[in-house]
Nanobody, 121 residues
Framework: QVQLVESGGGLVQPGGSLRLSCAAS????????MGWYRQAPGKQRELVAT???????NYVDSVKGRFTISRDNAKNTVNLRMNSLKPEDTAVYYC???????????????WGQGTQVTVSS
């Protein structure tokens, strides 16, 4: 079993910064892609950023130049540094990892529980 635990959400003023972290634990053999998604009230969940096992990154256009995704393979963590935050960034942020568990031959997708980010003055 694999669990993802997120931290770092909160309330921030427009123009401010936050750092989200997500740590995986359990019987892990390998972690492939990692990513962050978000869901605003009344909207569908959308991809924010992803990072491959080779550290190639991808961002939704609306956060390019403001958000930075990174990973620490030794700690099984993925981080999202968010700068120049805007009210439209307000959402619940979810981390996602593609994990091959010990004893398994196939990988599965796991999600964190979500962390609220609110950008407001």
């Amino acid at each position: 079993q694999v669990q993802l635990v997120e931290s770092g959400g909160g309330l921030v003023q427009p123009g401010g910064s936050l750092r989200l972290s997500c740590a995986a634990s359990g019987s892990i053999f390998s972690i492939y892609n990692m990513g962050w998604y978000r869901q605003a009230p009344g909207k569908q969940r959308e991809l924010v950023a992803t990072i491959t096992s080779g550290s190639s990154t991808n961002y939704v256009d609306s956060v390019k130049g403001r958000f930075t995704i990174s990973r620490d393979n030794a700690k099984n963590t993925v981080n999202l540094r968010m700068n120049s935050l805007k009210p439209e960034d307000t959402a619940v942020y979810y981390c996602q990892m593609v994990v091959r568990a010990l004893g398994n031959t196939r990988s599965s997708t796991y999600w964190g529980q979500g962390t609220q980010v609110t950008v407001s003055s």
